[in-house]
Structures are given as C-alpha cells and as structure tokens.
C-alpha cells in the first residue's frame, strides 16, 4: 500500500474526527429508527436529531432555525427561494459579491432567467468588497444580497456584519455563506440567513445547513412528507445528524487550541513559501487558507510531479469544469497568474511537520520545472 500525502486541502473537505465516527456508529448499527416515526425508536432518533441541532446552533446567532440539508449548496438554494414572495412587490435585484461560491453564483444566474436582476458587485485587488461602492448598488429594489464570510479559495474575510448593515437598511435580506468561516471566526449575528456543511469542520459528508432567523418564510424546496420545517421533505439521518452535532461541539470545544495550532501552521507556511506571492489581503484573511502564486509555475505539471501532497489550484467544486478561477480573476489577476497559483489548506490534524515537508516538495519541484 503506498504511503497517504501530506494532505493540506482543507478547504476542499477535512478528515472525519475520531469523536464524529464513534458518535456515528451506534445510529448506523443499532438504532435504525426513522426519526419521524412515533414510537420508541423513532422518538430515540428524533431526540438524537434535536440535540445535533442545538449542538449547530450554539455557533450561530441567536433567534433563528436550523434546517437540514444535503449539503451547503442546498441550502444556499433552499434560501434563493426566499426572493419568490419578494419579486411579486417590486424587489427583483439580486447583488452577490464576484468572488462568491459557484453554488451561490450559479443559483444567482437561475434567478436572472426567472426574470431578476443579478448584479456581480465586484471585489477589490484584495478580494475584499468596497462598502462605499455596494452602498450605492442597494436599493429600495434589492431582494437579496449575498456575501461569503470566509472565502474559500483565497480566505479573505468580508465585513458581513457592515454589509448586512447597509442591506437592512433598504429592508434587503441578507444572505451568508459561511462554510469555510464557521467554527473559525465569528459569525455575525446580524445576517439573515447562513449556510453551512459539516464536512468542512471534520464532520461526515451529506449533510448540511440552513440557519433562518425567525421570521423569514421560505417555500417548500423539496415537496413530499415535509418532514424538515414543511421546507424540506425527505428521511433525515440521525447519524449524518449525530455526525454534524458532534462535530460542532468539537469545534467549540478545540476552537482557542485549534486557532494557534492553525496559526502556527500559517506562520511556517509563509515563511517556506515566501518567494511566492500571496493572492488576496495580507491582513483580513483566515490563516488556514494560503493561495498564492509564482512566476512562470505550471501548476498543472506541478500537481502531477508532487503526488506526495494533496493541495489544490482552486475550488474543488470547480476543479473538473476546466474553467480558470473566477475568484482570482476578480483579484484582477492575468490568466498566466491564475495558472501560476495554489491553494494549501491546513487543519486541525496536520503537523508543522507536513508544512516543512510538503514545502520541500513543491519547492524543489518547481525549481526543478
């Protein structure tokens, strides 16, 4: 069996945390029940459901519902629906950042063909939004406007509490998607509603969600039995449930020791890669996402000479379209700069050691091209 690579794409998903798959187990093995079945199996995973959701919860803000999903791109379209009731009063524009996730991005276009205005409100050389300039673009027209907290391909931060702001002043829902952000930064508690995944914080994939704070109505998304808030039809799984729950809790429980481990790691990183430049702010940024770029690397050949470490030229969920990252290209960044840049992601489990070692690597392999 060959030896596993370095992996440092955290972005793109995390290991399954030891506590996550023994909680996991006995709702997988044992306790079988639907969890919308009344009797005592039933209740029992019904129980175990509610306590995963209070677990969410206690890292999002206060007065508002959890609804679970497949995922975070669902749940990003489970929240678009919330611009139905609003097109029939006048509000049909749509304004996300240029930077956003392609599941906010492409749900976005679908709109625009139901007949709203879908406005690209472009980011700076930093990736970070101007207020000034998106001030000016809401209006008393404006259903939603959606920004990512943490992006997840350079991990620029955006000031969603400021822009939630100007969005609530126009009566504008606002819209967060805060995957790669949450258990990490803090997630404003004045957003409206926030998408999130439990496969990016060392929890089982297949399971997302949809915070909504109390209020906002939302029509039903996926039609059946209703089981999720009347919204989202379909047999939850308590385990993929348990398997999220528990993985929140960790996050809370690890967040201060996970927080140096993470930066710690960003520190040797920039420091073994620093004739390499990196792409978005210096400043405003999570430390465990570190994308950046040099002159005349071919990336393509680099990721095929270095198959001892997992990293990425981009989002995952771009990666097989062929497509050049839009979110660079937003930087203003030149085509021959994209197809220059990584993106390492590092987490919980990975050692300063995998920083030096994979460093090594990609250093070497480059010198070598």
């Not at 004045?190 to 994939?205: E, Q, R, T, V």
């Amino acid at each position: 069996m060959s030896k596993a690579p370095i992996y440092l794409d955290n972005q793109a998903t995390t290991p399954l945390a030891p506590e996550v798959f023994d909680v996991m187990v006995p709702w997988l093995r044992d306790n079988f029940g639907n969890p919308h079945s009344t009797h005592i199996l039933g209740r029992r995973a019904a129980a175990a459901v509610e306590v995963s959701r209070d677990q969410i919860a206690e890292l999002l803000p206060e007065s508002g519902n959890i609804v679970f999903t497949g995922s975070a791109s669902e749940a990003i379209n489970l929240a678009f629906g919330a611009v139905r009731a609003l097109q029939a009063v006048g509000r049909n524009k749509i304004i996300i950042l240029d930077s956003e996730h392609a599941a906010v991005r492409d749900t976005a276009l679908f709109y625009e063909k139901q007949g709203f205005l879908v406005e690209r409100h472009p980011v700076g050389s930093d990736g970070i939004v101007s207020l000034d300039r998106l001030r000016a673009s809401i209006d008393d027209r404006t259903a939603l406007v959606a920004a990512m907290l943490v992006n997840n391909e350079i991990g620029v931060i955006q000031p969603v509490e400021e822009i939630a702001e100007l969005a609530h002043e126009h009566g504008t829902l606002m819209l967060c998607d805060v995957v790669q952000g949450y258990g990490r930064v803090d997630i404003p508690g004045n957003i409206d509603m926030a998408a999130i995944s439990a496969h990016k914080i060392y929890g089982p994939k297949g399971i997302g969600a949809l915070w909504v704070r109390s209020g906002i109505d939302l029509p039903p998304f996926i039609h059946g039995g209703g089981q999720e808030r009347g919204i989202r039809s379909g047999t939850l799984s308590p385990a993929l449930c348990a398997g999220f729950g528990m993985a929140a809790a960790l996050c809370i429980e690890h967040r201060e020791s996970d927080a140096a481990h993470i930066q710690r790691l960003a520190d040797m990183a920039q420091r073994c890669f620093k004739d390499w430049t990196i792409n978005g702010s210096l400043d405003q940024r999570y430390g465990g996402n570190l994308n950046i770029r040099r002159e005349a690397v071919d990336v393509a050949r680099l990721m095929s000479d270095v198959r001892e470490v997992a990293f990425s030229a981009g989002s995952a969920c771009a990666s097989g379209s062929g497509r050049p990252s839009h979110v660079l290209a937003a930087l203003g960044l030149e085509a021959a700069q994209i197809k220059s840049s990584i993106r390492l992601g590092f987490g919980r489990y990975n050692s300063l050691e995998d920083i030096e070692n994979a460093s090594k690597l990609i250093n070497e392999a480059v010198g070598a091209q």
